[in-house]
């Protein structure tokens, strides 16, 4: 394996994949058959600047270079070789947002990522106007919202983006952006594969008596699907990401993708009657559907996979960050009595602690709102966990209701999925951090969603090795080979994971659970409203 991935390296044959996630920056960098080889990473933190979430312009290129940086350490370390050229890049990002550029490819105000939930107005009216749900975290909500606040700066926009189709942009040339992540600033027309022409005409009518100089699809990238040519790196983009010089020029990059897709793409949920549910610092399901839905749902988004099919995304402004700050408690408190701390395995005993509590948390309740939660309507949140003198009080319970509040709200979203609109799938598949421990998350989704969860080795990659595979295909894929079945042939042969099927009184208790969840929602909204 060393042998071959130091042939695959010096030859130029590995394929790189980065993505921009909300608090690392990861970077994949596989061989030809797919297999992650090497990897970096960087921490990163969003900061509210102004009342809204951001990330500098300086920190998405010291992110992408310290993290490039980081990927060369570990060629180095384990291969003793330096990357000079590479078959293929994917750049990849938190979808949405707003990156409003003017001609000078000057960013004219500071990134606004998805988890803002200021576009409330601006979201309601385009629904309205377009028939059509449309989030407060779409980049046509942030547009729309600047113009209704009449921001100075809307007059001399050039070009809108979102994350990864600014880097990519950066380091190609070329204002393209992938299907699934172009979804989420415009609604797609699933038979033209493109912007929908009726809504966009329908933009620029409502906006024409503001007299701006562009119309929308002027300042809107190129929409390019899974495997089509979408630019190559130039020799400025070269120096941009690889600082220390060695990387040539000319590698092809993939159309870049927003981290919806690429989590499709590294769990192979991208046929119809599929479906993938990323749980980190945000969680979000997807499922590929069959035939379009009956009717809009607000709590529901439709984009589409990479290759532009239509999905069905529930998105969730919070998931583990509340988790992740109880656990930061109990490491102080194993530290304060001078224990040695693994953070891995306090996680790991307390997931499982979890799972010896009652089904119904023995009424606690937790709401998990780092952010505002727009499924449930709240544009601001506060973390909150809720008893009565009478509820049963002890850690198993603690625990277990906090894992279940870190899917409470996806669950409400893939109930009006499942039960109301009847919708079909043959395989759910989880990643991301709720499943590092073994089984416990997988538990606790599958009696979310009251529906079989797998969860492959390979899922824990991440949206990095879901855009270098998306990289792969560009340079790999045979003549009319679909997406779907690159993934089946030339990555994942059939290898459906590890499943764990919903237990009935898991199943029974989560209802209960989410039956108080839900009257609890005026609690939250009380907090929201008096803890400043």
Known sequence: MTADAIKTIEKGKAVLGIEFGSTRIKAVLIDQGNRPIAQGSYEWENKLVNGLWTYSIEAVWKGLQECYADLRDDVKKKYKVEIESLAAIGISAMMHGYMPFNSKEKILVPFRTWRNTNTGKAAEKLSKLFAFNIPLRWSISHLYQAILNKEEHVKDIDYLTTLAGYVHWQLTGEKVLGIGDASGMLPINPITKDYSAEMVKKFDELIAPKGYSWKLL???????????????????????????????????????????????????????????????????????????????????????????????????????????????????????????????????????QALKGDADCGGLISYNYISGEPVTGFTNGRPLFIRSANDKFNLPNFMRAHLYGSVGVLKIGNDILFNKEGVKVDRVTGHGGLFKTKGVGQRILAAAINSPISVMETAGEGGAWGIALLGSYLINKKKDQSLADFLDQNVFAGDKGVEVKPDPEDVKGFNKYIKSYKTGLKIEQAAVEFKK
């Open 218 to 352: 002027d300042i809107l990238p190129k929409v390019v699907l899974a495997g089509e040519d979408a630019g190559r790196l130039t020799e400025e983009g070269a120096k941009k990401l690889d600082t220390s010089g060695h990387l040539k020029a000319g590698v092809p990059l993939c159309p870049p993708e927003g981290d919806a897709g690429t989590g499709m793409v590294a769990t192979n949920a991208v046929k119809q009657r599929t479906g993938n549910v990323s749980a980190g610092t945000s969680s979000f399901s997807m499922i590929v559907l069959e035939k379009d839905l009956s009717k809009p749902y607000k709590v529901i988004d439709m984009v589409t996979t990479p290759d532009g099919s239509p999905v069905a995304m529930v998105h969730c402004n919070n998931c583990t960050s509340d988790i992740n700050a109880w656990v930061g408690l109990f490491k102080e408190y194993q530290e304060l009595l001078g224990v040695k701390v693994d953070i891995s395995e306090i996680y790991d005993r307390l997931f499982n």
